[in-house]
């Protein structure tokens, strides 16, 4: 098939990517101009892939570089907004992905594979969860054979949610916001290229929401202690901070792009991102279990 990819250049894409050539898959993928340069293709995808320059909001790129294109992999998303840059949750997702929408409409596109959130749903405290739902909605109502995915935390080489955590851990003292107790259900960027892939060509995923998570529940302690041991520490020290306390820190830090915490993000950890049913991802698709300390060890120095 010839696929049209968005979001190639980011963590996601990049495994998604890989995945589609490995499977066979001839790659279009929509690159901004300037950023070709964080996609270092190897001699074998360069022989699969086209970089398409273009803009989620400029229509005619869109329509261009589907054309011809059998289905498509929208994954592209943000988990800060920028305001001040035009770059909002209400922007990049429900706009985007009505702009990808359209297009793929017009460009008889018969497969949309898209990429949401675990917690996505109508009643979400967070804009980030209400804002994945809505673009599941604009996809659902398509009228395109569709399967949506809802990924939990991802991880892989080159993550920012491990690879940040493990420079907490390498303190002497870790931070932990609130009890720790809340838990997610990290799942490998493997899983999630495999199941994207595959649903290209699964009819029995089409018209389908999948819950996509690690085979483990883990307590935000839990993933502490799995990356210290992965990192070879007997013991990671954690200090508890009060949420009373670290609320006004947020509200006053959260504007600027290098502090790694702002409010949404706390709200989404704190109501857990842990899948209702972890099953049928893995009964419906043909994907190895990958525990989180193992995947990590795989990477993580």
């Known amino acids: 098939m010839k696929i ?18 490995h499977r066979g898959h001839e790659v279009v993928c929509l690159v901004r101009p300037g950023s070709e340069s964080k996609l ?24 261009k570089g589907m054309a011809g294109c059998d289905g498509v992999i929208h994954l592209i998303g943000i988990i800060r907004e920028q305001p001040k840059q035009g770059v909002t949750f209400e922007r990049v ?14 460009a008889g596109v018969r497969r949309f594979i898209q990429m949401s959130a675990l917690g996505a749903r109508a009643n979400a405290v967070s804009p980030y969860h209400q804002t994945k739902y809505a673009a599941e909605q604009i996809v659902v109502e398509s ?5 949506i ?8 080489p080159g993550d920012e949610f491990v690879n940040m955590l493990a420079n907490l851990v390498r303190l002497p003292l870790t931070p932990v916001i609130g009890s720790g107790t809340y838990r997610l259900q990290p799942v490998s960027r493997k899983t999630v290229a495999d199941v994207f892939t595959q649903a290209l060509t699964l009819r029995a995923s ?8 690690g085979p483990e529940q883990l307590t935000y302690l839990q993933i502490l202690d799995s990356i210290g041991h992965t990192l070879g520490k007997s013991t990671v020290r954690k200090v508890k901070i009060p949420l009373g306390l670290m609320r006004p820190v947020i509200n006053l830090m959260e504007g600027f792009s290098f502090f ?20 049928t991802l893995y009964q419906t698709f043909d994907t190895p279990k990958i525990p989180f300390a193992q995947g990590i060890g795989e990477y993580l120095k």
């Open 260 to 279: 790694p915490v702002t409010n949404t993000q706390l709200t989404m950890l704190l109501e857990e991102n842990i899948c209702e049913d972890t099953e």
């Open 93 to 106: 997702h429900v706009q985007g992905t009505r702009q990808v929408v359209e297009a793929a409409r017009h």
């Open 143 to 147: 009228g395109i054979p569709f399967t």
């Open 149 to 156: 995915f809802r990924p939990s935390v991802i991880f892989g």
């Open 206 to 213: 089409e018209g389908h929401v999948y819950e996509v998570g």
């Open 4 to 21: 049209f990819l968005t979001g190639a250049t980011g963590f996601v894409g990049k495994g998604v990517l890989n995945q589609l050539v």
């Open 40 to 63: 270092h293709l190897s001699s074998e995808l360069r022989n699969h892939v086209t970089l398409h320059p273009g803009d989620l909001f400029d229509r005619e790129s869109l329509t």
